[in-house]
């Protein structure tokens, strides 16, 4: 069973930074690319960043230059670095990773909440 935990959520201040982490546990073979989405209330999710196994990143316009993801494969985790984080960034955060262990398939986490207000 493959379980994706993630971490790191919280209320910060307009301009302030939170590192969001998700590990991926389970019986797993591979994990191909890994990224982060965002839901605020009465939106759709939408894509934040992307990474591949490789280490080539993507992100949306909305964070870029703000926000940088990483990950550490012997640790099957990904990173989310966010700076200078503005009200507009609220939303429930979810981490996603295409996983090999018999099959591919993409799994999600549970969702943590960043709340950016003063």
């Known amino acids: 069973q493959v379980q994706l935990l993630e971490s790191g959520g919280g209320l910060v201040q307009p301009g302030g930074s939170l590192r969001l982490s998700c590990a991926a546990s389970g019986n797993i073979d591979s994990i191909d690319t890994m990224g982060w989405y965002r839901q605020a209330p009465g939106k759709e999710r939408e894509l934040v960043a992307t990474i591949t196994s490789g280490g080539s990143t993507n992100y949306a316009d909305s964070v870029k230059g703000r926000f940088t993801i990483s990950r550490d494969n012997s640790k099957n985790t990904v990173y989310l670095q966010m700076n200078s984080l503005k009200p507009e960034d609220t939303a429930v955060y979810y981490c996603?990773?295409?996983?090999?262990?018999?099959?591919?398939?993409?799994?999600w986490g549970q969702g943590t909440q960043v709340t950016v207000s003063s």
């Open positions: 996603n990773a295409e996983i090999k262990t018999v099959v591919t398939r993409n799994y």
